[in-house]
């Protein structure tokens, strides 16, 4: 099973925050600061989640390149799966790493130049 959010990346993440919860309601839950900037926060709206994550943080390739698939994937075998397929003909934008949430994160543009931000979180 696999569940995918859509991830999004601003230019002053805290202030756009705001303004999408304006639009869409729903609550902010802050994961990641330096300072008073906000790095990451995700925007829960009922059963949605909208990933957000600051440029500097994100540091998209171009900007229009701002909108990302977020694919959190139940387990290691899949991940690996996912990853080496998309590693193989497309492009790696940050190699497969040990995420402090204690998973693996990875963001790779697959073949198709759709950008992906592969995550498994273990328990």
């Given at each position: 099973m696999m569940i995918a959010y859509p991830f999004?990346?601003?230019e002053n993440?805290?202030?756009e925050m705001k303004y999408y919860?304006?639009?869409?309601?729903?609550?902010?839950?802050?994961l990641r600061k330096q300072g008073e900037e906000?790095?990451?926060?995700?925007?829960?709206?009922?059963?949605?989640?909208l990933k957000f994550a600051d440029t500097k943080a994100a540091k998209p390739v171009l900007q229009g390149d701002y909108v990302r698939i977020f694919l959190k994937i139940e387990t290691e075998k899949e991940f690996q799966a996912i990853?080496?397929?998309?590693?193989?003909?497309?492009?790696?934008?940050?190699?497969?790493?040990?995420?402090?949430?204690n998973g693996l994160l990875a963001i790779v543009t697959d073949r198709n130049g759709v950008?992906?931000?592969?995550?498994?979180?273990?328990d």
């Open positions: 999004i990346a601003v993440c805290k202030d919860q304006s639009v869409f309601g729903g609550e902010i839950n802050i906000v790095l990451n926060a995700d925007l829960i709206v009922g059963d949605a989640i990853y080496s397929e998309f590693a193989a003909s497309g492009t790696i934008h940050t190699e497969r790493y040990e995420a402090p949430f950008c992906w931000v592969l995550s498994h979180y273990r």
